[in-house]
């Protein structure tokens, strides 16, 4: 119950594209949920996050797409360029549970010129 | 300010061996995190401290890693004997508090054993 489920496993875009990267969660307790990116050799970054009381959240040329009633929520990247190529992860967390991050099992992203 | 410094960067050993990371977070954080992320995978919590008290260890294998925080700031993570499937990248983490959402993740320490 504890699983935050993420698709596809990679993804190839040409620059502009739109790629679209989806999670899906069981656990109804989870109140938060970010996403982070991730560069070879780096740490995850957080990039942007939403809470369930919001279906959509914007900053910049990403945009979080939340569904509290499918327990589903997406991560678009607007006008893709070949410095977003990156792995990209969601998670969800509970703050009464600490914060603790669930991860998704990370997504490939590779933006051609 | 400053990022979350982890040492060393790689470390290659031999299974049955010892080995320790060590983690500074970020100056004021008072929660820090250790993660498992294996070649492919997302990042697995290890263990959560509050201060230097442990909030959260469920998913630490205690018959071989231990972890502790010094005084409320550092933190070193061990692994002893070491097995070839703790291969992996070990990462720290640190937020202000318990329940802050925003965790901010140092570079990481890659560990190959064989």
């Known amino acids: 119950q504890q699983q935050v489920k993420q698709s596809p496993q990679s993804l190839i875009v040409q620059k502009g594209g739109i790629p679209i990267i989806n999670c899906a969660y069981e656990n109804t307790a989870f109140d938060y949920f970010p996403w982070y990116q991730q560069f070879p050799g780096k740490g995850p970054a957080l990039l942007i996050a939403?809470?369930?009381?919001?279906s959509e959240k914007k900053e910049g040329r990403f945009t979080i797409s939340f569904n509290k009633s499918a327990k589903q929520f997406s991560l678009h990247i607007m006008d893709s360029q070949p410095g977003d190529s990156a792995t990209y992860f969601c998670?969800?967390?509970?703050?009464?549970?600490?914060?603790?991050?669930?991860f998704g099992e990370g997504t490939q992203l590779t933006v051609n010129p | 300010e400053a990022g979350v410094a982890q040492s060393p960067r790689y470390k290659i050993i031999e299974k049955r061996q010892s080995v320790a990371f060590w983690c500074n977070p970020i100056s004021g954080h008072a929660t820090l995190y250790w993660y498992q992320q294996i070649l492919g995978q997302g990042p697995k919590l290890l263990i959560q401290f509050q201060n230097n008290g442990v909030v959260d260890d469920s998913q630490l294998p205690k018959d071989r890693f231990s972890a502790e925080r010094l005084k409320g700031v550092d933190s070193t993570l061990k692994i002893q004997p070491a097995k070839l499937e703790d291969s992996a990248v070990y990462l720290c983490?640190?937020?202000?508090?318990?329940?802050?959402?925003?965790?901010?993740f140092g570079p990481g320490t890659r560990l190959t054993v064989t």
């Open positions: 998670a969800a967390s509970i703050e009464s549970s600490g914060s603790r991050l669930t």
């Open positions: 983490a640190s937020s202000r508090r318990v329940g802050a959402y925003e965790q901010y």
């Open positions: 939403i809470r369930p009381d919001v």
